[in-house]
């Protein structure tokens, strides 16, 4: 994957992150969320960050101390 494609792929799942994290609020604050749905999207949203610290890594360069 070129930078251009990591940069892109990472601003989707950092959109998502956020639309997830809007998505899991509403769902407290209504008291009407199931707790299964809201475990499932705090799942996601773990796997998110995971992919963007992947991501993130491939973007640095090594750096030979």
Known sequence: ?????IRRRLEALRAEHR???????ALVDSGT????????????KLKLRDEVAVL????????IA
């Open 19 to 25: 639309d997830l994290d809007a998505a899991i609020a």
């Open 1 to 5: 994957m070129e930078d251009g494609e």
């Open 56 to 63: 993130e890594d491939q973007l640095i360069p090594d750096i």
């Open 33 to 44: 969320g199931d707790q299964l749905q809201i475990a499932r999207l705090k799942k996601r």
